[in-house]
């Protein structure tokens, strides 16, 4: 099995425009989203999940409709500079710069 971890696009508390918790993607991250959806379409993928926070919902939106498919909304995914309050903890994945990220969406793949 093949997992794709995708970090929201840029956001507009990323872009210093917002402080809220919940804020939506910016322009750029609008941008980023739409270029990865390209990138997504056609791949053999089966579900998409996704946190109830905006940025997070509006980056899944544009693979979901590339994709054919439905958005799975987890309150347990919620997550904020590495703050968890359901049971999942995003760990390194909250800190792309550990992996060598250089924007703000990015992927990473993982074989189980």
């Not at 979901?64 to 909304?73: D, F, T």
């Given at each position: 099995m093949i997992v794709h971890a995708i970090r929201h696009g840029q956001s507009?508390?990323?872009?210093?425009?917002?402080?809220?918790?919940?804020?939506?993607?910016?322009?750029?991250?609008?941008?980023?989203?739409?270029?990865l959806a390209e990138r997504f379409r056609g791949l053999?993928?089966?579900?998409?999940?996704?946190?109830?926070?905006?940025?997070?919902?509006?980056t899944a939106l544009p693979i979901?409709?590339?994709?054919?498919?439905?958005?799975?909304?987890r309150p347990e995914l919620f997550e904020y500079h590495g703050l968890a309050p359901g049971a999942v903890k995003i760990g390194m994945l909250s800190r792309p710069a550990a992996i060598g990220a250089v924007s703000a969406t990015w992927s990473v793949t993982v074989r189980a």
């Open positions: 507009l508390t990323n872009a210093g425009l917002d402080t809220s918790l919940n804020s939506d993607l910016s322009p750029h991250g609008v941008r980023q989203v739409q270029r053999p993928i089966r579900a998409i999940y996704a946190s109830p926070l905006n940025r997070c919902l509006q979901a409709e590339a994709l054919g498919l439905p958005i799975r909304v």
